[in-house]
């Protein structure tokens, strides 16, 4: 913890931390927000899959685009931007009252506008910190995450339960303006400028720690959607039980970061820790009863924010600096993507086999995102006593002497 203590202290580090976490804090709310609505406006869980699926492919399109953006135009001004849009369609979502169809109109736009904060604090970080320090606040960041994932959610399902599907929604939008300004008045974002990068959109992804990162990090996050989305479901008319497995899902997660998180990466961690989480909810699956569901959820968390702090370096060591917004722009849209098609299948599986049908697929998800870094091991570099730093855009020329 001395680490984490010392990684604090450092200027800048948990002002930028906290702001980027209240920013990014409505995308782990907007799923099952917009779940929980749609299913109570139309009365079906598909028709609310089918938005969310809209609003991923919106996040889809613009991942990595707006955080390539920000090497162009700058990145306040891309961050303000999106911010205004974004807020403006998720806000009528709440206000009006849609056919399907439009609403999933509507919830593309909102994904299309989806602010690249993720993008923007990772790139960042290596400016803030040495590169000892970096892996920690990878660590750092991956625990937050999982505040993020799991408890914007326990907060989403308690407001939409036991007050309105509706001001759940506005709640979002609230963390996402408040959160969304005090990040962008970050004097870090001014401070750090991303340089314009020299490849063709995607071309990150020819780099197959980036390609590992994304699948792996689509499969974990789908699995967690499920599994939010099947405790709604296993204790429909209990929201405090509700929240109570959920909230302990986080806490394993914190505690499997802040614990784990800091150990050095070797070829086999990606694996290792995604196991950890497969076993956690596939062993959940077998019983909705509520003890079981958490202690089973709690070995699940633990191994979450550690694989992420996994992805977070493998992609920071394997790009360039001009490319990590990029980069992490698709690991970011791939993490939205599994959220919402998590969320969505979960959805489908409800209404056909009833709340066990969510944990299926958490299961499933979490069973091929062990199985993908395991067979493409060798994609997995050992970053063990390895700066895990972007790679610099300017190296050093060989001069002739004269």
């Keep these: 913890m001395g680490s984490y203590v010392n990684l604090l202290k450092t200027r800048g580090v948990a002002r930028i931390v906290a702001a980027q976490l209240l920013a990014r804090f409505p995308f782990g709310m907007l799923s099952l927000s917009f779940l929980l609505h749609i299913q109570a406006v139309t009365h079906s869980y598909g028709a609310a899959g089918l938005v969310l699926a809209s609003t991923s492919a919106g996040q889809a399109i613009a991942g990595p685009l707006t955080s390539r953006w920000m090497g162009v135009w700058g990145m306040r001004r891309v961050l303000t931007l999106t911010l205004v849009i974004c807020a403006a369609a998720i806000a009528s979502i709440a206000a009006f009252a849609m056919p399907v169809p439009v609403y999933m109109v509507v919830g593309l736009i909102a994904g299309l506008s989806m602010p690249p904060v993720q993008s923007a604090v990772r790139t960042i970080y290596p400016k803030m910190v040495n590169s000892t320090q970096l892996t920690p606040l990878f660590s750092l960041d991956a625990s937050a995450q999982e505040i993020i994932w799991v408890v914007g959610p326990v907060i989403t399902t308690f407001v939409a339960i036991q007050i309105s599907t509706v001001l759940a929604i506005w709640l979002t939008v609230a963390f996402l303006v408040g959160g969304g300004i005090w990040f962008i008045s970050s004097p870090e974002v001014s401070r750090v400028r991303i340089p314009r990068s020299k490849q063709n959109l995607g071309a990150v992804l020819g780099k197959r720690p980036v390609l590992l990162s994304l699948v792996t990090g689509f499969l ?183």
């Design 220 to 402: 974990l996050i789908g699995a967690c959607a499920a599994v939010e989305a099947g405790v709604v479901a296993a204790f429909r008319n209990d929201s405090a039980d509700a929240g109570v497995v959920l909230a302990l899902f986080a806490l394993g997660s914190l505690v499997g970061g802040l614990a784990l998180g800091h150990l050095p990466i070797g070829p086999w961690a990606l694996a290792q820790r995604m196991l950890v989480v497969f076993v956690g909810m596939g062993l959940a699956a077998l019983s909705l009863d509520f003890w079981w569901l958490s202690g089973w959820l709690v070995l699940a968390g633990i191994g979450i924010a550690p694989s992420l702090a996994v992805m977070f370096a493998l992609v920071s060591s394997s790009v360039k600096f001009s490319d990590t917004a990029e980069a992490y722009g698709w690991i970011g849209t791939g993490q939205l993507i599994g959220a919402a098609l998590g969320s969505a299948i979960a959805g489908f599986l409800i209404d056909r086999f009833g709340a066990p049908g969510a944990f299926y697929a958490a299961g499933g998800f979490a069973l091929v995102g062990c199985l993908v870094p395991l067979a493409f091991r060798g994609w997995h570099p050992d970053l063990r006593g390895i700066d895990a730093s972007p790679i610099p855009d300017t190296e050093p020329v060989a001069v002739q002497p004269e």
